[in-house]
């Protein structure tokens, strides 16, 4: 069986991918909570993106360099595959970056996240369509994954319409304390 088909090795991409949408699911409220952890109103948000920064040293540099050399790889690079991996690189550093503006600017990480994971795979589709079109140009999409692209941006706009109220910022310890012996009299 081949590398597409449905069976076995076959559908190790889907675990790949699974893990993939665990990792970056949760990814925006751990940033938006490192952002908060910093302590620092003004700041805060490019400290959290100095440690995403390290995070993605750790993980995207000593960890593939460290595969290359147990599998004996060339050190020989092709210009076009390393300025297309940059920028996928620069562009996605880009978003991360983005994210943490959108948090600083009062947006909820469950907001902010569900707009962000909806509007990628609209964004991706267009991009792919237009480096690969598919074979027989656009008019043989088929019409499910039109309405999956068109359900992917209904379900962005109505978690962003919907979102659940935040709770009310919590009183002052002297304002309780001044409504309990209010309320005890």
Same mark, same amino acid.
């Given at each position: 069986?081949?590398?597409?088909?449905?069976?076995?090795?076959?559908?190790?991409?889907?675990?790949?991918?699974?893990?993939?949408?665990?990792?970056?699911?949760? /990814?925006?409220?751990?940033?938006?909570?490192?952002?908060?952890?910093?302590?620092?109103?003004?700041?805060?948000? /490019?400290?959290?993106?100095?440690?995403?920064?390290?995070?993605?040293?750790?993980?995207?540099?000593?960890?593939?360099?460290?595969?290359?050399?147990?599998?004996?790889?060339?050190?020989? /690079?092709?210009?076009?595959?390393?300025?297309?991996?940059?920028?996928?690189?620069?562009?996605?550093?880009?978003?991360?970056?983005?994210?943490?503006?959108?948090?600083?600017?009062?947006?909820?990480?469950?907001?902010?996240?569900?707009?962000?994971?909806?509007?990628?795979?609209?964004?991706?589709?267009?991009?792919?369509?237009?480096?690969?079109?598919?074979?027989?140009?656009?008019?043989?999409?088929?019409?499910?994954?039109?309405?999956?692209?068109?359900?992917?941006?209904?379900?962005?706009?109505?978690?962003?319409?919907?979102?659940?109220?935040?709770?009310?910022?919590?009183?002052?310890?002297?304002?309780?304390?001044?409504?309990?012996?209010?309320?005890?009299?």
């Amino acid at each position: 069986m081949g590398a597409g088909s449905a069976s076995g090795a076959g559908m190790a991409w889907l675990s790949f991918a699974l893990m993939t949408v665990a990792c970056w699911g949760v /990814y925006g409220v751990l940033l938006h909570s490192g952002q908060m952890s910093m302590q620092d109103p003004v700041n805060g948000r /490019y400290k959290a993106f100095l440690f995403v920064g390290i995070a993605y040293f750790v993980t995207a540099v000593l960890a593939p360099l460290a595969i290359l050399m147990m599998n004996g790889a060339t050190w020989q /690079y092709p210009i076009k595959g390393m300025g297309l991996s940059l920028l996928a690189g620069i562009v996605g550093a880009a978003g991360a970056f983005c994210v943490l503006l959108a948090f600083g600017a009062k947006g909820s990480p469950a907001v902010v996240m569900s707009i962000v994971f909806a509007g990628a795979p609209i964004v991706n589709a267009i991009a792919a369509f237009t480096v690969h079109p598919p074979a027989g140009g656009l008019a043989n999409v088929r019409w499910q994954f039109v309405l999956g692209i068109a359900l992917a941006a209904l379900g962005g706009a109505l978690v962003s319409l919907y979102k659940p109220e935040a709770p009310a910022p919590a009183a002052p310890v002297a304002v309780q304390a001044s409504q309990q012996a209010g309320g005890s009299s």
